[in-house]
């Protein structure tokens, strides 16, 4: 093999990983670099700033079940991605973060360059800040050792499914380097169980399934990111076991199954659902992720002296650590049960324990109200639709519309950063056209998180995904309204014309927008042929009350309040008393 350069070499390995675009901003420190992606048939997908490229990688990782790839420059261009990289980290999305560093001689002579903070500047400062963020990071000072180092970093990222950080000085990302390594691939499986200790838990879990009466399966977001849904759906169906989603997981597996039981999220679900659940005396849980908002504040009740929880490096049963990872158990699990097959007392004998939907509204409204819109969204839905909803109404209340099968759908649940849903959408779109697994591209958002990532809109059309892009205009931060200061002033938006967004954003390209204000007006645009047909990017602006909310919204909003027992709340002004008492 011919000498390469170092900066071919890392590129050529993030190609073998099965990514075909790169996000990110060009700087002056990665110029070099990006001027080699055409050499490994890369594409370069520009984004308007630093953020949106992040969203954008992650949301490219989630369709595309490769790592996302971002290059952003040294100092201020890789900053402004770390608030998108964290989310990655926080949600197990793997993503490549290269940042273009300046020559090593500055680097090492600490040169007061542009980008820096100061004299005799700490040129790794900036990667000190990524790296409670990241799986592994480097600064390739040496192209002798350099290969090397980025295969490791990456191999870490894979290994553990979150971002990495590879910083590559603008001198050394032109050394030539031998690139005979490219020859091995990298490690990207993760090492096989102990013989002894998964057959322990596939005994185990063969024996509660035999003793169970009331046993279900709660398909959770670690199936997803571990990419564990047909292994899911095989046990599914080797059980006959009803099985719940969570906010993280929904759609994971086919909501038009018939053992589909419903959205499981403690006092945020439906009472018969949460009972189901926590009733059950044996709970399979595929990669449970048991935050805040994933739990219904906390307020999921499982037993865990019931539960057989799958994780990506190990095992629980009953709260005792085996250090069986999900994949290998969950497929010896399924081969076992195929060929020999458990009596199941409560598996496809038995009747369905609970009505995944809530009950249809017996009047329909006039206005559009959350928890009539929710569900008709459901009617909207095809067969490979691809779905990503932004953290607040949108995620909460889509756990109310009835996905059709082969329908796709994720938000950002854990994280949970406004803004993410329209950058995310930018990569999950891209990937969704690379892939060809998905027909339609749907986003849901807020106005005041579009607000933060309007300029993704312009991605949005020039990448010609044709989206669907909807916008709930309910004048300000309805989310945070439902948890504090319904009424106060800091919950306000300014008022946009949205439907000259797409005009503004997309000059060149054809588009069509839409403003709906009734549910008749709704069912008309979502029964029209052309609008279903996707020809053009198009976005619906959809208004709503202020102070209306998905009934889960509202019922959990008020639980997550911090201020909920202190005086001053809602926005108004403490008491005169806790004011002297202040002073």
């Not at 989603?245 to 959205?263: I, N, V």
């Not at 891209?430 to 607000?451: D, N, P």
């Not at 639980?559 to 806790?578: C, I, L, T, Y």
Request: proline share 6%; hydrophobic share 40%.
């Amino acid at each position: 093999m011919a000498p390469m350069k170092l900066g071919s070499y890392l590129l050529a390995r993030v190609k073998q990983l099965g990514v075909n675009s790169i996000f990110g901003v060009p700087g002056d420190f990665q110029l070099g670099l990006l001027d080699l992606l055409p050499d490994v048939d890369l594409t370069w997908r520009g984004s308007p700033n630093e953020l949106i490229a992040a969203y954008a990688a992650d949301g490219y990782s989630r369709v595309t079940q490769t790592p996302g790839c971002l290059i952003t420059t040294f100092g201020p261009g890789e900053l402004s991605a770390l608030c998108g990289i964290a989310g990655s980290f926080a949600e197990s999305v793997p993503v490549i973060h290269i940042v273009g560093y300046p020559p090593t001689p500055a680097i090492k002579g600490g040169a007061f360059l542009h980008h820096t903070l100061g004299p005799n500047a700490d040129y790794e400062v900036y990667m000190e800040m990524s790296r409670g963020i990241s799986a592994a990071t480097t600064l390739l000072m040496d192209s002798r050792t350099a290969e090397a180092e980025i295969d490791r970093v990456l191999e870490e990222g894979i290994r553990h499914s979150r971002p990495v950080y590879i910083g590559v000085p603008a001198d050394v990302c032109w050394d030539l380097v031998e690139g005979t390594r490219l020859t091995t691939p990298l490690k990207t499986k993760l090492e096989q169980n102990d013989c002894a200790l998964e057959k322990k838990v596939v005994v185990e879990c063969r024996k509660r399934l035999a003793e169970a009466k009331s046993a279900a399966i709660i398909v959770d977001a670690g199936t997803t990111r571990n990419n564990l849904l047909r292994l899911a759906e095989e046990l599914v169906d080797v059980t006959g076991l009803p099985f719940f989603t969570t906010s993280m997981s929904k759609g994971a597996l086919s909501e038009r199954h018939p053992r589909f039981g419903g959205f499981y999220g403690g006092l945020f679900s439906k009472q018969d659902v949460r009972e189901a659940v926590e009733t059950a005396d044996f709970v399979l849980w595929i990669g449970n992720y048991p935050s805040d908002l994933n739990t219904g504040a906390f307020t999921a009740k499982v037993d865990p002296m019931k539960v057989i929880d799958f994780a990506r490096f190990d095992t629980l049963i009953s709260g005792e650590k085996v250090n069986v990872k999900m994949q290998y158990a969950l497929k010896s699990l399924v081969e076992s049960l195929r060929q020999s097959p458990v009596k199941i007392q409560g598996g496809w004998n038995r009747p369905m324990p609970c009505n995944p939907w809530p009950a249809v509204q017996s009047e329909r409204p006039s206005h559009i109200a959350q928890n009539w819109f929710w569900p008709r969204c459901g009617e909207l839905f095809q067969e490979g639709d691809l779905i990503i909803t932004e953290t607040g109404t949108s995620s909460v209340g889509m756990n109310d519309a009835k996905l059709p099968t082969g329908a796709s759908i994720f938000t950002q649940t854990i994280w949970g950063s406004i803004g993410y849903a329209t950058g995310a959408a930018v990569g999950a779109f891209v990937g969704a056209l690379e892939t060809g697994k998905h027909k339609r591209c749907i986003l849901f958002t807020g106005e005041g998180s579009l607000q933060m990532v309007i300029q993704a809109l312009s991605d949005l059309v020039r990448f010609d995904a044709k989206p669907m892009i909807f916008v709930i205009n309910n004048s300000g931060y309805t989310i945070e309204r439902m948890i504090h200061g319904k009424t106060a002033f800091y919950n306000d938006l300014p008022d946009w014309k949205y439907t000259s967004m797409l005009d503004v954003f997309g000059p060149d390209h054809k588009t069509k927008s839409y403003q709906v204000k009734s549910t008749d007006e709704v069912d008309r645009l979502f029964n029209d042929e052309e609008f279903n047909a996707c020809k053009v990017a198009q976005l619906v602006e959809v208004f709503m009350d202020k102070e209306d909310a998905p009934m889960l919204l509202k019922v959990g909003g008020p639980m997550a309040d911090p201020f909920k027992d202190r005086p001053g709340q809602h926005g108004s002004p403490p008491p005169k008393s806790v004011l002297r008492a202040r002073l």
